[in-house]
Antibody, heavy 118, light 107 residues
Framework: EIQLQESGPGLVKPSQSLSLTCSVT?????????WSWIRKFPGNKMEWMGY???????NYNPSLKSRISITRDTSKNQFFLQLNSVTTEDTATYYC???????????WGQGTLVTVSS | DVQMTQSPSNLAASPGESVSINCKAS??????LAWYQQKPGKANKLLIY???TLQSGTPSRFSGSGSGTDFTLTIRNLEPEDFGLYYC?????????FGAGTKLELK
C-alpha cells in the first residue's frame, strides 16, 4: 500500500525558505507517475504548486515559479519542496501527493501545517 | 488558468438522502474533472476522476457526470461517513486548479 508522509518545520520566519520532505513507502518514486505538492490555505482554498515526475522533470505553477523548487533523493525515496522568500500569505497546510493517469491526485499525505510568522 | 466554480459552498443533509455538488469550469476541460473528499486527520481521498470514473475503493453510491464545462458529483443514500469537505479539481491542463470546496454537514 502506497503511503506518503510530509515532514518539516511547522514555523518559518518571513523572508526565509520553507523546506518540506515527502517520504514515500510502498512505491518507488522513479517507477512512474508525477509527485506533487499542493497546499490548502486558511479558508479552504487549495492550490497545486508543482510536481517532479518519475524521470526527474519538474513543472511548477507559474504563480510560484520564481520561488519554488521541487527535488528528490531517489536513494531515500523522498521528494522535497523548497519555497523561498515566504510571507505570511504562505501559511497553509502542505500536502504531497502522487498522480494517476490521466493526472488526478490518487494518493495523498495527511498534510503538515506550516505557519509563517516572526 | 482555468477557474473552477463549485456550488453550493455548504450543504446539509440526513443519512439516506441524496445530494449533488456542482462544478463549473471557465473553459472546456473535456472530461478531466476529479472529485476529492477531505476529512480532518485523514488523507484526502480521490473519489472520481475523468468526470465519471470511480477510483478503486470508491463506493458505488458516488457518481460523477458531465463534460466540457459543467460537472456534477452525486451521492445517493448518504452514509454517516460521507460527511466532510468535497473539492473538484480540473486535471486537463496545468496548472491544475480546484474549486472552493463544499462542506457537507449532517442535518
Amino acid at each position: 500500500e502506497i503511503q506518503l508522509q510530509e515532514s518539516g518545520p511547522g514555523l518559518v520566519k518571513p523572508s526565509q525558505s520553507l523546506s518540506l520532505t515527502c517520504s514515500v513507502t510502498g512505491y518507488t518514486i522513479t517507477s512512474g507517475y508525477d509527485w506533487s505538492w499542493i497546499r490548502k490555505f486558511p479558508g479552504n482554498k487549495m492550490e497545486w504548486m508543482g510536481y517532479i515526475s518519475y524521470s526527474g522533470s519538474t513543472n511548477y505553477n507559474p504563480s510560484l515559479k520564481s520561488r519554488i523548487s521541487i527535488t528528490r533523493d531517489t536513494s531515500k525515496n523522498q521528494f522535497f519542496l523548497q519555497l523561498n522568500s515566504v510571507t505570511t500569505e504562505d501559511t497553509a497546510t502542505y500536502y504531497c501527493a502522487r498522480s494517476n493517469y490521466p493526472g488526478a491526485l490518487a494518493y495523498w499525505g495527511q498534510g503538515t501545517l506550516v505557519t509563517v510568522s516572526s | 488558468d482555468v477557474q473552477m466554480t463549485q456550488s453550493p459552498s455548504n450543504l446539509a443533509a440526513s443519512p439516506g438522502e441524496s445530494v449533488s455538488i456542482n462544478c463549473k469550469a471557465s473553459k472546456s476541460i473535456s472530461k478531466y474533472l476529479a472529485w476529492y473528499q477531505q476529512k480532518p486527520g485523514k488523507a484526502n481521498k480521490l473519489l472520481i476522476y475523468s468526470g465519471s470514473t470511480l477510483q478503486s475503493g470508491t463506493p458505488s453510491r458516488f457518481s460523477g457526470s458531465g463534460s466540457g464545462t459543467d460537472f456534477t458529483l452525486t451521492i445517493r443514500n448518504l452514509e454517516p461517513e460521507d460527511f466532510g469537505l468535497y473539492y473538484c479539481q480540473q486535471h486537463n491542463e496545468y496548472p491544475d486548479t480546484f474549486g472552493a470546496g463544499t462542506k457537507l454537514e449532517l442535518k
